[in-house]
């Protein structure tokens, strides 16, 4: 039975959704249906259809009291928001239904697995939230809360595991049919590790073991684990709190961290191989994957950064908040290769095409202009003999305002920069990358929505992903060096609406 919180929540998003032109959203990023979005809840195949929830408070353009919302896809692309499926209306959750995800039952209903917040106040006068397990069961649309709810809470955890940030459950099911989650949570040390609890039926569980411990090396608290298994190898995925750099990697303080490693099935121990970021630009966290019908590894991301929310803070919008584009994942050369998902070839139109372009004063190319567009570069030195300093593509530009990308060959460096962007706050508008550059060579393919730009550096090798949120009139695109560069261009038109 709908509870009158939820009952309000979706009579409100109704009403508000119809504000807001169709034009001032992102044409092909899920947005939030109004109000704000933050993590990426629930992304599943469900009949027929991808659902993606999402953490949401409808009633503003900030963070508050989190609901879940909902939406529907058949292409990950174009996407049907459906009314918000959860609200905190519990004793468990009433301060919150936090990041969860979702599955399928033998019985053919889905089910939700989320964190339940409460406000506890302590001691010494201050407040903590106290984080539980809880499930929802549905067809799709309506869900209804587990009446044994909470199904994890502080009896389940380890010693010294604190009951205070014990978050993010992802679950899956083994081909054994046993069911398993990981869970987020922060030890005695103060950083994060994540739990693996494991189940036979989906409703009752119990904790297996500390599937992996960060000791302190990659930031604090480790929130919205994911973990699969993919071209022969396992993946943890998890979003770290308050992360310190180290060389080219993990600038982002809340960032994402990639471990890639080998599981015994058997003990269920995880051996980690390598780290890395999942994304190296500005904006990106808290990813989530599925396993598609045709078995490609998609994942989607929030694509905000936490410390720069208060880029729009002026306007006051109606939304906040978007979903980054999906990228098919792969391990290449013992690393995590993306690249944006194969359905957005099929809104391609207006191809334009450039060979042999040599760039060294300001250069604009006919037809190359646009605010959604799938563009590819190809880069390489005029002269070998006389490597080039630097090149720079200049996107979403005018007289005024542009967001660039610059590339030095002789440090292998590629940064993204929204300073000029019409941005008025001082707020993290840079990151660089290391990337792989053999003799000034350099792939890149640029994804523009209307508020976003997602780069994918030689044929996915790393990601720089940042929003945005210059004037719609501002398309123009330049390139400029300091040296000669030799350049190819494929430059496609995106359209909004399906084919």
């Known amino acids: 039975m709908t509870s009158q919180t939820l009952r309000e929540a979706r009579k409100y998003e109704e009403a508000c959704e119809k504000l807001i032109k169709k034009e001032d959203r992102p044409a092909f990023h899920l947005s939030a249906r109004t109000g704000w979005m933050n993590d990426p809840n629930g992304f599943s195949y469900y009949n027929g259809a991808y659902h993606m929830f999402y953490q949401y408070y409808p009633y503003d353009s900030v963070w508050g009291p989190m609901h ?27 301060d919150g239904c936090f990041s969860g995800s979702a599955m399928t039952l033998p019985d053919g209903r889905q089910m939700l697995m989320y964190t339940g917040v409460v406000r506890e106040r302590q001691k010494n006068g201050g407040i903590l939230e106290v984080q539980t397990q809880c499930l929802a069961v549905g067809n799709g649309l309506d869900y209804e809360k587990y009446e044994k709810n909470p199904v994890l809470d502080e009896k389940d955890l380890p010693e010294s595991a604190s009951r205070f940030d014990f978050r993010d459950p992802k679950i899956w099911q083994k081909e054994d049919g046993t069911y398993c989650c990981v869970v987020g949570n922060r030890p005695a040390d103060g950083s994060g590790q994540i739990l693996l609890f494991t189940s036979t039926n989906g409703f009752h569980w119990k904790f297996k073991k500390v599937l992996s411990a960060n000791n302190n090396r990659f930031g604090l608290m480790w929130e919205c684990p994911d973990f699969f298994e993919m071209d022969g190898k396992w993946v943890l995925l998890t979003s770290p709190q308050d992360m310190m750099p180290q060389g080219f990697e993990y600038h982002n303080g809340n960032g994402t961290l990639c471990l890639i490693g080998d599981l015994d099935q058997g003990t269920d121990t995880f051996t980690e191989e390598c780290n890395q970021s999942v994304d190296y630009g500005i904006d990106f966290y808290a990813p989530q994957t599925i396993l598609t019908p045709d078995h490609r590894r998609i994942m989607i991301g929030w694509m905000q950064n936490w410390d720069t929310c208060n880029l729009r803070v002026t306007e006051r919008p109606l939304w906040f908040g978007q979903m980054s584009l999906p990228r098919e994942l792969h391990i290449k050369h013992g690393k995590l290769y993306q690249w944006p998902v194969k359905e957005l070839d099929a809104m391609r139109s207006g191809r334009v095409e450039y060979k042999n372009v040599t760039v060294s004063d300001p250069v604009r190319l006919d037809q190359v202009n646009g605010r959604m ?23 979403a530009q005018n007289e005024e305002f542009y967001t660039s990308l610059s590339f030095r060959p002789d440090e292998s460096i590629l940064k993204i920069d929204r300073k000029f962007s019409g941005s008025r706050r001082a707020i993290i508008h840079q990151r660089r990358s290391l990337v792989d550059c ?62």
């Not at 174009?78 to 468990?92: I, Q, T, V």
């Not at 030689?458 to 009139?473: C, F, M, P, V, W």
């Open 438 to 499: 053999k003799g000034g060579e350099l792939k890149l393919r640029i994804i523009l929505d209307r508020f976003s730009i997602e780069v994918f550096v030689n044929d996915g090798e790393k990601t720089l992903s940042a929003t945005i949120y210059t004037a719609q009139e501002a398309d123009g695109i330049s390139f400029l060096a300091d040296g000669m560069v030799c350049m190819d261009v494929v430059k496609y038109d995106l359209r909004g609406d399906r084919a």
């Open 68 to 94: 879940w919302g909902h939406a529907v896809s058949t292409d990950l692309l174009h996407w049907e928001y459906l009314p918000a499926a959860l609200a905190p209306d519990e004793f468990y959750d009433r």
């Open 373 to 395: 567009i799938d563009m590819e570069l190809s880069l390489r030195p005029k002269d070998n003999e006389r490597m080039y300093r630097k090149f720079s593509v200049r996107l």
